[in-house]
């Protein structure tokens, strides 16, 4: 596609449930980043892949986060057992390579209550 | 640790204005820079970047920044504001012996007087 691309733009899920947010970077595009987004905030660092492998998961507040990545392309963030604290909107970025510029999606805004 | 600073929450300018969003980084190399804006309910847009050579950049829709090492900041710069300008302004870094992860500051949130 023309762009990053998020799945679903929007959800909403009770306390203690599983939820999976989607990316598809840009075609070709190596890099590929997670980001959270809470109200008033900038965006902050959750996980970068460079093809199939995460790069740096430091980012990742506690093990109830995941991310994989598995054929170097579409990702899938999953965060289990969600808390109202995750409530946020992850954002999705991509890029040619480490050392060109990141395109962002439009966001998953999610809502746990 | 990297960070990035955006000391101004909010900036309101009127329309024609100039504008100056501040702001500075510290990291001990020279990282990739950049400049993102948001609108309401959409994602970050790039508006410029700095990897390396001249420190003055332009970007998309009239904007440019200049990267001064000496104060480690990046200020973006327009010399005459229109309405369609107000949103979020974010800056980021990429500290370039790392893992490439982008560090955002908090925002500052434009606001444009007709």
């Known amino acids: 596609g023309a762009g990053v691309s998020q799945t679903p733009s929007n959800k909403v899920t009770e306390k203690g449930k599983y939820v999976e947010l989607r990316c598809d970077p840009i075609s070709g595009h190596t890099a590929l980043y997670w980001y959270r987004q809470s109200l008033g905030q900038g965006p902050e660092f959750l996980i970068y892949?460079?093809?199939?492998?995460?790069?740096?998961d430091s980012g990742l507040p506690n093990d109830r986060f995941f991310a994989v990545r598995p054929e170097g392309s579409v990702s899938t963030l999953k965060i289990q057992r969600t808390e109202r604290g995750d409530s946020a909107v992850y954002l999705c970025a991509s890029s040619l390579t480490d050392t060109t510029e990141a395109f962002f999606g439009q966001g998953t805004r999610l809502t746990v209550v | 640790a990297q960070s990035v600073t955006q000391p101004d929450i909010h900036i309101t300018v009127s329309e024609g204005a100039s504008l100056e969003l501040r702001c500075n980084y510290s990291?001990?190399?020279?990282?990739?820079l950049f400049w993102y804006v948001q609108s309401p309910g959409q994602g970050l847009q790039l508006l410029l970047k700095y990897f390396s050579g001249d420190t003055l950049v332009q970007g998309i829709k009239g904007f440019e920044a200049e990267f001064k090492r000496s104060q480690s900041s990046f200020n973006l710069r327009k010399p005459s504001v229109h309405w369609s300008d107000a949103a979020e302004y974010f800056c980021?870094?990429?500290?370039?012996?790392?893992?490439?992860?982008?560090?955002f500051g908090t925002g500052t949130r434009l606001k444009v007087l007709a």
């Open positions: 980021a870094v990429v500290e370039t012996s790392g893992t490439y992860k982008y560090i």
């Open positions: 892949f460079q093809g199939t492998g995460a790069a740096d």
């Open positions: 990291y001990g190399a020279t990282p990739y």
